[in-house]
């Protein structure tokens, strides 16, 4: 018999969802971890050359795309969202709130013979687990009596390959189309006021802690791919990539899971717990994401190589190493360091943000925490600007296409 939650926590002035941003570092044998103290804990002492087999690589992926963590209490039983759903989100709304279509879970020659506009299409989609990051449970007579989400809603889209919106997974892409504050703004349970919160983030962003203490100040979905070698996936480097992966499944996505930090005030155990035992593959998937290769012809290589010595000499002394971030080494930076808005950072453990990992630099703009910066020229005129580099405009011409190549 399953005992009762128990919950001790900062009261929840807001309801809050999924912003799965970075996933899972713990050992294999690890499955038993408990509390959010002993995830560091694991994390320092995981030997970082375990070679992962077939079988974790396949389990993790499975609870990546499919894997609710019993979320529904939130999105079924709070929010009511699978009432919305099944009456009036269409194949083409989903589409433009940037929900996705995984084409490799469709009978062939589906999308051309069903009706995109009626919601009776998105019940069966969601039968068939194709909407990207959503998974439900409908009935014999087509109704939908439980609606979660998994980790892939942020951190998955599709190469449109079929039709925008619809094609193969990207596993570890920020899906920066996605519009969740939208999405949870649909919820017949919500005040006005709640609502407008939501609606005002945008496509791609997410605030992981609007729930907790009743601010607003999203973030842009970051991707995921690309982190074999990196610590603390988060903007903030609170804690390590299982810390965020447990504070994000059990705080924002509603799973049914254990997640404890005295420093905000947050302790949350469950029985069964739903969340813990699936960290370690979760994990082992995860880092297997490699940061996607620039496509062919989308630089200046002879810029890029000028481009490289600007970086060297202007970028390397944060962004070091293979890993490409000096956090990894315990470093922060005061937001005033770098010209960054720290209202966001303000909320956080560390009041401070860690310098970010260079990877797949073109696949997701915008860039910065927030956002803030539309272009990757934007981003080398912001630092020419802040941190007084001198750059004339073809060095950063040049500087930009050198980042385009990572």
Request: net charge negative.
């Amino acid at each position: 018999m399953n005992r009762p939650s128990r919950v001790r926590w900062r009261p929840l002035k807001h309801l809050g969802i999924c912003a799965p941003i970075g996933f899972a570092l713990v050992a294999l044998a690890y499955a038993g971890l408990q509390a959010n103290g002993s995830a560091a804990a694991a994390e320092s002492a995981l030997a970082q050359n375990a070679t992962p087999t077939p079988a974790h690589l396949a389990e993790g992926q499975r609870i990546f795309r499919f894997d609710t963590f019993g979320d529904e209490q939130i999105w079924t039983d709070r929010l009511r969202l699978h009432e919305v759903v099944e009456a009036a989100v269409d194949p083409i709304t989903a589409l433009s709130v940037g929900l996705k279509v995984d084409a490799d879970a469709l009978p062939p020659g589906m999308l051309g013979s069903v009706d995109l506009s009626d919601p009776a299409t998105t019940v069966a989609l969601l039968r068939l687990n194709a909407v990207v990051g959503l998974q439900a449970t409908v009935d014999n007579e087509n109704h939908i009596t439980r609606l979660g989400v998994t980790c892939a809603l942020c951190h998955s889209t599709v190469d449109d390959s079929v039709a925008p919106g619809v094609g193969r997974r990207l596993d570890g892409w920020a899906n920066r189309d996605l519009d969740v504050g939208t999405i949870i703004a649909l919820s017949p349970v919500l005040t006005d006021a709640q609502k407008a919160v939501y609606r005002s983030w945008g496509p791609g962003k997410y605030d992981p802690r609007y729930n907790i203490d009743g601010l607003n100040t999203p973030l842009a979905l970051p991707p995921i791919y690309g982190l074999a070698h990196v610590k603390n996936e988060t903007y903030t480097a609170d804690g390590p990539i299982s810390y965020w992966n447990a504070y994000v499944a059990v705080t924002q996505m509603g799973g049914q899971g254990n997640f404890s930090d005295p420093r905000l005030g947050i302790e949350i155990t469950h029985a069964p717990d739903l969340v813990t035992p699936k960290l370690a593959p979760l994990l082992v998937y995860q880092k297997s994401l490699l940061a996607p290769e620039p496509a062919p012809g989308s630089y200046d290589a002879a810029a890029a190589n000028r481009g490289r010595t600007m970086f060297a000499r202007n970028c390397m002394g944060c962004h070091m190493g293979v890993d490409g971030t000096d956090n990894n080494r315990g470093v922060l930076h005061d937001p005033a360091e770098t010209g960054m808005d720290g209202a966001y950072a303000a909320r956080t453990v560390t009041g401070a943000y860690r310098t970010t990992p260079l990877r797949g630099l073109q696949y997701h703009a915008p860039y910065f925490h927030d956002g803030s910066a539309a272009t990757l020229a934007d981003v080398v005129s912001h630092y020419d600007r802040v941190r007084g580099l001198g750059l004339d405009t073809l060095q950063q011409q040049d500087l930009v296409e050198f980042l385009k190549t990572l």
